[in-house]
């Protein structure tokens, strides 16, 4: 694993986002992993700026997402759909009939899974975006999830509902279940880069890290990973 810890989170930023464009201007039609939550927010304005200053173009590029609420519909403003639209693509020059975001309709959801898997075996991932919960999960992947699963629905950890309520008007109004990318996907892109900042992380981080490789912290496979690259401030870092 490489570890990387930075003074400031503008500098932390700039250089996980430094790996995306660098990817991008080398390789015009990379598929990109990426990711929801407050961890990438800062990345995706790097990647604005970059492409607003014509130093990388999204044109050709594909993009994966991890994961979706079920049972909210795809427009509602808490989705992950919405999530993405209103913070990356919208300002990007990104093609949105090449960005895939798993849809959570309960109705279809057998479907969606079997899709989404079949999209991700026709598409290698070169860069896979992450964020940690409080938890370990990666995606949706709650703590226990096998580590060779695919894409699957979760039911959401008491944990993440909370964790995630500061989006929503109440506790009560986060989605119960979500469809996630699997563990087994994730592990298979080419490079990962993974996000976490502030206390609230420190003990997840710890277990990613340190701790043995169990599914009790989902994260923790990422030790097996060729080409994992770990981005984190002092806070996060604290009890490495
Ligand atoms: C959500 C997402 C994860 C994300 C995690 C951490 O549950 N599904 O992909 O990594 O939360 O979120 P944040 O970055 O807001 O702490």
Same mark, same amino acid.
């Given at each position: 694993?490489?570890?990387?810890?930075?003074?400031?989170? =503008?500098?932390?930023?700039? =250089?996980? $986002?430094?790996?995306?464009?660098?990817?991008?201007?080398?390789?015009?039609?990379?598929?990109?992993? /990426?990711?929801?939550?407050?961890?990438?927010?800062?990345?995706?304005?790097?990647?604005?700026?970059?492409?607003?200053?014509?130093?990388?173009?999204?044109?050709?590029?594909? $993009?994966?997402?991890?994961?979706? #609420?079920?049972? !909210?519909?795809?427009?509602?403003?808490?989705? #992950?759909?919405?999530?993405?639209?209103?913070?990356?693509?919208?300002?990007?020059?990104?093609?949105?009939?090449?960005?895939?975001?798993?849809?959570?309709?309960?109705?279809?959801?057998?479907? =969606? !899974?079997?899709? #989404?898997?079949?999209?991700?075996? $026709?598409?290698?991932?070169?860069?896979?975006?992450?964020?940690?919960?409080?938890?370990?999960?990666?995606?949706?992947?709650?703590?226990?999830?096998?580590?060779?699963?695919?894409?699957?629905?979760?039911?959401?950890?008491?944990?993440?509902?909370?964790?995630?309520?500061?989006?929503?008007?109440? /506790?009560?109004?986060?989605?119960?279940?979500?469809?996630?990318?699997?563990?087994?996907?994730?592990?298979?892109?080419?490079?990962?880069? /993974?996000?976490?900042?502030?206390?609230?992380? $420190?003990?997840?981080?710890?277990?990613?890290?340190?701790?043995? !490789?169990?599914?009790?912290?989902?994260?923790?496979?990422?030790?097996?990973?060729?080409?994992?690259?770990? #981005?984190?401030?002092?806070?996060?870092?604290?009890?490495?």
């Amino acid at each position: 694993m490489n570890i990387h810890i930075f003074d400031h989170e =503008e500098q932390l930023y700039k =250089e996980a $986002a430094r790996r995306i464009i660098d990817l991008v201007q080398d390789h015009p039609k990379a598929v990109l992993g /990426l990711a929801t939550g407050s961890s990438p927010l800062g990345v995706y304005k790097e990647l604005i700026k970059s492409f607003q200053n014509h130093h990388v173009t999204f044109e050709q590029v594909t $993009a994966f997402n991890l994961d979706e #609420y079920v049972g !909210i519909p795809s427009d509602h403003p808490q989705s #992950y759909q919405t999530f993405m639209r209103n913070v990356l693509f919208h300002h990007l020059n990104i093609d949105l009939n090449n960005t895939y975001i798993p849809c959570g309709n309960k109705e279809i959801i057998e479907d =969606e !899974i079997k899709r #989404y898997d079949k999209l991700l075996s $026709a598409h290698a991932i070169d860069l896979q975006l992450l964020g940690i919960g409080t938890n370990g999960h990666i995606g949706f992947n709650e703590p226990g999830t096998p580590f060779d699963c695919l894409t699957h629905v979760v039911k959401l950890d008491s944990r993440t509902r909370k964790d995630n309520a500061r989006f929503f008007d109440h /506790l009560d109004s986060v989605p119960t279940h979500a469809i996630t990318m699997g563990i087994d996907s994730i592990m298979k892109a080419k490079e990962i880069v /993974l996000i976490a900042t502030g206390e609230k992380k $420190a003990s997840a981080v710890k277990a990613m890290i340190r701790g043995p !490789i169990d599914p009790i912290i989902p994260a923790s496979i990422l030790q097996k990973h060729p080409n994992v690259h770990i #981005y984190l401030d002092h806070q996060s870092a604290k009890d490495l």
